[in-house]
């Protein structure tokens, strides 16, 4: 017996794929039988119309536990479900850029098929800690109040806490016109449909999706789909960094993504265990944020939106997110009220690597900046009283002389771009004229 021969016609032979049935839907969840299934295998139903994919996500009694990746509408009970042995996966390549996906990896601009190269998983494990370079070069964003007092790094993962209607989107615009780097990835997780179009039109600028890849998944999206556009969209970005190039990556928001994984967690019967999050949403978070960073021919600057319910940086996930993340930016309701944009609260902002990016003159003009700025919130109520009396205090008199120069600093049109050379030589103005030291 020639066992060549047999491989040969056993290679020939088309293999038959595992099949079960639907045996109950349940809000978002499929149940079904699948002998063989695994978590995280895609399945295919063959519901009344067109076949519907699922991924599952867990098994109860003897069940497969599936997740829609699209509208159930159609399934019916005793309908086949194939197991395809596949996970999800997403086409990537620089055929990419200037195109807009779907949640999924999808086209969605209806330009035609992707001009893609390879094929990767969705969801990856984060490198090893040891394997992660070192952060050494600061990443130019072009927004002074960052640049010059939160300096970023190549390489950093960053979390911008806001709550609503204080400039988020604006901000996020800047830094993609504005940011020194070779390719934007953005993610807009559970936007309205009408704030996709307006910022794909309004916020990137003459060529500006040229060099970006935009993965949209609006808020009416089955929630499997909005928490696999984030890994999309890092899945895309780790590409790009694999071929050496410099990338910046922008999730909007971090927040609906947990929450689109508390859905799917809800539904694959986990307990809820913080306010209402059940526990994969913070063994989520972490496998997802480490994905950026520095690798040995690229980087990852990472950016994502935290939105915080009434300002509140301590609930569940804007607490989560700061403990992992390299830093966080923080926009104040306040100031966006008084017509200061961007908004972002110097004081309570911070870069973990402005230290290693950036020289000991600029922290130190840093340091003047923020300890006069300090001062005057310190006496910023007796200040609006009337009560405070010039002369007691000479930081804070220097600070009330200073203040409407710093304010022309930190305040930037959306549209205005500042070279990190001409922020870094006001900043050393400012401090050079008013500094405490």
Avoid: W
């Avoid at 002074?144 to 609503?164: C, E, H, M, P, Y």
């Avoid at 989107?169 to 997780?189: E, N, P, T």
């Avoid at 998944?217 to 984030?230: F, H, K, V, Y």
């Amino acid at each position: 017996m020639d066992l060549n021969l047999l491989r040969a016609e056993l290679a020939r032979t088309p293999s038959v794929a595992p099949a079960g049935r639907v045996r109950a839907v349940t809000g978002l969840a499929v149940r079904a039988t699948l002998p063989g299934a695994r978590v995280g295998e895609v399945v295919r139903i063959r519901r009344r119309g067109e076949p519907l994919d699922a991924e599952i996500v867990g098994f109860s009694s003897g069940e497969i536990v599936a997740l829609a990746l699209g509208d159930v509408v159609g399934v019916g009970p005793d309908d086949v479900v194939e197991g395809t042995g596949e996970t999800l996966h997403v086409r990537v390549g620089p055929g990419l850029l200037g195109r807009v996906l779907d949640g999924l990896g999808r086209p969605l601009d209806g330009l035609g098929p992707l001009d893609a190269v390879a094929t990767v998983p969705v969801d990856r494990a984060p490198p090893p800690a040891l394997e992660r370079q070192h952060v050494t070069s600061p990443l130019p964003t072009g927004i002074r109040a960052i640049d010059a007092l939160a300096t970023l790094g190549q390489g950093q993962r960053v979390g911008l806490f806001a709550g609503s209607g204080v400039g988020k989107s604006r901000l996020l615009g800047s830094l993609v016109r504005g940011a020194d780097v070779d390719v934007v990835v953005v993610a807009l997780v559970g936007e309205r449909g009408r704030e996709v179009g307006d910022f794909l039109r309004d916020q990137f600028g003459q060529g500006g999706r040229e060099r970006a890849v935009v993965v949209v998944s609006t808020s009416d999206a089955p929630a499997l789909e909005r928490l696999r556009a984030a890994q999309v969209a890092t899945a895309v970005a780790e590409s790009f960094r694999d071929q050496g190039q410099n990338v910046l990556l922008l999730v909007d928001s971090i927040t609906r993504v947990a929450r689109a994984q508390r859905d799917v967690g809800l539904a694959a019967g986990e307990p809820p265990v913080r306010r209402g999050y059940p526990p994969s949403v913070f063994s989520m978070l972490p496998r997802l944020l480490e994905r950026g960073g520095r690798a040995a021919r690229g980087a990852i600057t990472a950016i994502y939106t935290v939105l915080v319910e009434g300002d509140d940086l301590s609930e569940p996930i804007a607490d989560e997110v700061r403990g992992l993340l390299d830093g966080h930016i923080v926009l104040d309701r306040e100031l966006a009220a008084r017509g200061h944009y961007p908004a972002i609260d110097v004081l309570r902002s911070l870069s973990r690597v402005m230290s290693d990016v950036s020289s000991e003159a600029q922290r130190r003009c840093a340091r003047q900046l923020r300890e006069l700025l300090a001062a005057y919130e310190t006496k910023r109520d007796l200040i609006s009283l009337g009560a405070y009396v010039r002369g007691k205090d000479p930081v804070t008199d220097r600070a009330l002389a200073a203040l409407p120069e710093i304010q022309r600093f930190l305040r930037q049109e959306s549209s205005d771009v500042s070279s990190y050379e001409e922020t870094l030589e006001r900043l050393e103005r400012l401090a050079a004229r008013y500094g405490v030291e």
